[in-house]
Structures are given as structure tokens and as C-alpha cells.
């Protein structure tokens, strides 16, 4: 039997925004908690509360009359999730002790290792002084435990000369690996046990400013490196014992060893071309896990391709989608805007899905709309 769910999400960017778009068809009642009056999410929420996602009495508030608690961010108060999740009437996914390690990349890392998942050999550091300390370890990467994201909070220290760009805070510093491809697999565990993953996709980042630039679904692997991909995801849900939507970042290196990076407990920027490109998307499914729904059928309908759109580097203010006539004029071609009334440098204000037959297709449609869709003010 289903009844209206009323479900609260703290966080109302653009993954709350695609995912209340989804949830509309479920006849879903959304109530969203964002710091930010103007948040994505703010005119299509059934109810819209500003307010922080780290204030334990905001959270005790907001979460009074809704029957489910679900992220769209990580960097929330877990604690205090893990009190109302402990009082057993709302549902609380994913859980709150699995978000508060995931929020950390050292305790992220340790589980990988306790767990035999195979991800980049690292140690651990506190200080820049430990980096000196183990300078026989570079070339590597040191990433800040805490409160890193889109890259930020990521340095690549080759040799002695970029130390001092490292973090002196608890941080890991992980190995260089000599990337062959980045991948992603999302996977899904419903609250009633059901697994089921999305086809591995290829993220291809921005050299300059460390965001996906594009991604190709499905990647252009081998049927062994597809595999294995999707059995290391579904392990890690049943290890972790999740329940939810759980973006599972990796690399292939170039000897074809698949490495785990990083997870993200939410609906991922690596599943925005499910939308049109998948029977089901990353966020009907994640909101049928939560719910505790039958999953749907996760495979590609066609080859498919996403472009972030991010605002142009030297413009601030209200923004402008120039070149857009031409680019919505190609066929297979869906954009979708996060309705951000002001553009920054490098900011996420939307992204574009193509459909075509074949990847020769997808990337000669890229290259129109890369040179022609510039977001500016004026
Ligand atoms: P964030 O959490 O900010 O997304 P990531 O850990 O995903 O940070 O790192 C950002 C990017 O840095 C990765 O997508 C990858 O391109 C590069 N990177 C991260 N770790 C390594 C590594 N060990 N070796 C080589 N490149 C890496």
C-alpha cells in the first residue's frame, strides 16, 4: 500500500531541485532546509525552510512533521541525525553514522583498507610537517580530511617544491595514480534489500578548474573493467550496509587496475544524464529505495553524453544563456538550468544531456555547444 510520503531534504541545491522534478510524479510531498533564501530548490518545494543544515535544533525542527530525512548535500549535522533517526518515527537514509564517515576522506580511506576495497595506498597526516616528514612518498596527492568538494581541498604535491601548497590540517596523502580513466557507477540499495546499478559512466574533468567537464554513459570500457566496476559498488553497499543512492567515484590506472577515490552518499553530478538517457534515473531511484519501492530498470536507452554548464570566467551578475537558440535548435539535446539567478566564474548553473548513437555523434554536438552556449552577465 503507498500512501503521499512526505519527505524533508536537507539541502536544496540542483540534486534536490532534479529530485523533487522526479518525486512530482510520485505524488511526493517535499519539504526543503537550505541556508540559502534563493537556493534551486526554493519555488518547487511544497515548503521551503532557510535555515543551517548544521543547527541541531533546526534539523529537530524541520524533521517534526515529514516521514522521511534525506540529504542532497554531506555537509550536515550528523549527530543530530543520528538523534532523530534513534527516536524511530521519521526514516532517516542514509544513515547518519554511514554520511558522518563519508563526510571525512581519512575515516572514508581506513574503511576501504578494513574492508578490502581497493583504493590508492596512502598515509595519514596532521601537519605540513608530516608531508616533509615522508617526502619519499611523493608523488602524491594530499586531500584535507574535512570539508573538501569539487576539488577544493585537493592538491597534487609532485615533488619538495609544492609542499607548501599542501594542508596543515589532518589530511590524507594518498599516492599519485597514472590515471587511464576516471569512472563512475552508481549504485542503489533499497530499504527493502533490492541492489541494482547504473551502467559505469567516463567523467572527463576540466583540467583547469577540477569539475567533470563532460561524461560519457556508457563508458567506453571493457566488458571485464564494467564488471568488476559494478561488483566493487555493490560490495561496498552491503559493507557499509546502506541504504540509499551512493555514488561511487574510481580510477582505472594504467596498469587497468580499478581504484575507489571517493563515495558520495547522495545523488551525483556522474547520474544527471539518467534523466533522458536511462529507462529510470538516478533520482526516481533513489527516491523508490527510500521509500522502499520496487527499483526500476537502470539500463542506458542510448548512448548519452553531459556537459556541466558553468558560468563563464570573468562574469558576475544576473545571468545570460547566450548561444542557447543554437544549441537547443540540435537535435537530442536537453538542457536544464538550476534556476541560480546570478552567474560566477566556474559556477554550476546547469547542464546539458545529448542523445546520439554513437560517441563520434555525442562529441561533435559537444564541440558545437562548447564553442556556441556561454553563460555571462552583462
Ligand atoms: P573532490 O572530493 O574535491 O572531488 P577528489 O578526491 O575526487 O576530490 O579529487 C579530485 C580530482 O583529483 C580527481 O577527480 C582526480 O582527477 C584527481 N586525483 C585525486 N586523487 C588522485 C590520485 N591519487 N592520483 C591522481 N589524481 C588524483
Redesign the pocket.
Known sequence: MYKQPRIGILGGGQLGRMLIQAGIDLNIYFKVLDPDPSAPCKNIADEFVCGSLLDENTLFKFAEDIDILTIEIEAVNTDALQIIADKGTIKVFPQPSIVKMIQD?RLQKQFYITHNIPT?S?ILTETIADVWENKHYLP??H?CGKG???????Q?IKNTDDIAKGFDVPSVL??????EK?ISVIVVKSANGQIQTFPVVE?V?HPEH?LVDYLLSPADITTAHEEKAKQIAIDLVKKLDYIGILAV?M?IDKQGTI?V??IAPRPHNSGHQTIEGNFSSQYQEMLRAIIGLPLGNTETRTYSAMINLLGEAGYEGEAHYQGIEKVLALPNVYIHLYGKTITKPFRKMGHITLLGNDKREILQKMDIIKKNLKIISQ
Do not use: H, T
Not at 573538501?148 to 585537493?154: E, I, L, M, Q, R
Not at 594518498?174 to 590515471?179: C, R
Open positions: 576522506k590508492a596512502f602524491a596527492v586531500k573538501g568538494y569539487d576539488g577544493k581541498g585537493v597534487v594518498e599516492k599519485l595514480v597514472e590515471i576516471e567523467c574533468y577540477n567515484e580510477f581504484l577515490n571517493e
